[in-house]
């Protein structure tokens, strides 16, 4: 009987050393002798977006484009190239797509106009609502409808 746990806990040891072992496999090791450097490739990788992946950043994706990416942010890094030559080297190689926030272009005005127009549009139909009730309960009434009050008034029992 403790034959048979010592070979299932065994067994099992076994199986969680070999798929953590898997999952180290997959994962990149990037030597760097600078800590700066490291924290730079870090931003780096987390601020561009897979073109693969929709909405996962290159520094998370296992897509062998976002390998690609990162090895090329590694060397352009190790070239010494500044950050915004390494993302517009990237953006001229895979397009703005991988740029989690876009560019102020003439072609992204709408894209970084809209919601800001949306919102002045929707404060000023709230301004033009709540005037136009205010006006509508503040109106005077024609000598129609006041000598109809007076009449309903006079009839009020006292």
């Known amino acids: 009987m403790a034959l048979i746990r010592l070979f299932k806990a065994a067994l099992f040891f076994g199986l969680v050393l070999t798929a953590l072992s898997a999952a180290a496999g ?77 560019r102020l272009e003439s072609r992204t005005y709408l894209l970084w106009g809209l919601p800001v127009g949306l919102g002045v549009v929707g404060c000023l139909v709230v301004v033009l609502v709540v005037r136009a009730r205010r006006n509508a309960s503040a109106k005077a009434l024609s000598a129609e409808e006041r000598a109809r009050l007076d009449a309903l008034i006079d009839r009020r029992p006292s």
């Open 26 to 102: 997959g994962i990149e090791v990037r030597e760097f002798d600078d800590p700066l450097l490291a924290q730079r490739y870090h931003d780096l990788t987390a601020s561009m977006r897979c073109p693969l992946c929709e909405n996962q950043a290159i520094g998370d994706s296992d897509a062998p484009i976002s390998a690609d990416m990162r090895e090329r942010v590694y060397r352009m890094l190790q070239e010494g190239r500044a950050d915004s030559e390494i993302i517009n080297h990237m953006v001229e190689r895979f397009g703005d797509y991988i740029l989690y926030n876009p």
